[in-house]
């Protein structure tokens, strides 16, 4: 059987400064990637994302724990990792007075491809990326999205086998991501393994076979975004705006999640007309969706990913 992309085992990563209370980032997270698979790490704020794929990418010593790429152990031995990684770092920018074409061009020298390669390789992954017309402008004059295609079209001219992405759309519009996403989309198609961290739950189920629903630096749950789903056990969500105070209640009728002061309850389609009359009783707003990642996630994580406090 082929090595696994990635293998990480109880990887544990604890920040000490001087004079500064220590910060347990990671507190034993172990995950497995295929070869080829899409594989999101979906958390809040603070949950680990960036420290776990700074560890992976080599970037950062973890405080213990194993990682493995394809077979190679990058803990004691980095070098042999790193050409077979690339990465898109959080809030990572292109060089400001490069253009397009320069900045892949000499990310592919730097990395060690000889001239022709390089050039042929970045003229080959600016067609595809749709990044033809703009190769030849600073990345200045660029809009954020496209910016960040820039971004993953360096990493992706590498052609090494591992890609990591670390927020890859934060900030975006919703045009940009879209653009990302289909990059993305395409790069997989090819045979790459990517590795995302997101803490948008869209973002997530688009583009993940499978999921890591991580959280305080630990990991919560795993499962493809249906599977997850499935596990909450109801096909209908009834959100009532301001319900905290019938809380207790509304467990009668299936799970319940907080959200600041608002109540998600997941429950069976023949109990939503006694919630919805609960609802009208008590002159509460309410709305009827589909269950989506994002009530999975709160079941899983007992917060909403956004929720701050
Ligand atoms: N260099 C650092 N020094 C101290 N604490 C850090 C450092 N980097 C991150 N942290 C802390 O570690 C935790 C995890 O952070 P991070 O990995 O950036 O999470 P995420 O990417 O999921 O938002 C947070 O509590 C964060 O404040
Ligand atoms: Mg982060």
Known sequence: MAEDALWARDVQKRYERRGTQPVDALRG???????????????????GKTTFLRIASTLLWPTSG????????????PEEGRPLIAVVPQDGKPFMHLTPYEQVYTYLRTRGFDRATSKQRTTEVLGQMGL????DRLNLALSGGLRQRVMVATVIATEAP??????????MDPFARREVWECLRRLSKKGSTL??????????????DRLYIIDRGRV?????PEGLKAQIGGTIRVSLKGGMRLKETLATFGTVATDGL????????????????????EKLSATVGP????????????????DES
């Open 262 to 281: 608002d109540v998600h309850v997941i429950l069976g389609p023949d109990r939503v007309e006694e919630v919805l009359q609960l609802a009208l009783r």
């Open 195 to 208: 590795l995302l961290t997101t803490h948008y739950l869209d973002e997530a189920e688009q583009l993940s």
């Open 291 to 306: 269950v989506s990642l994002e009530e999975a996630f709160l079941r899983v994580v007992g917060r909403s990913i956004d």
């Open 132 to 135: 033809t017309e703009v190769a």
């Open 66 to 77: 194993e990682v493995r790429v394809f077979g190679h152990d990058i803990v004691n031995h």
């Open 220 to 224: 919560l749950v795993e499962g493809s």
């Open 29 to 47: 997270v172990s995950l497995s990637i295929r070869p080829g698979e899409r594989v999101g790490l979906l958390g809040r704020n603070g949950a």
């Open 162 to 171: 591992l890609l990591f992405l670390d927020e890859p759309t934060i900030g």
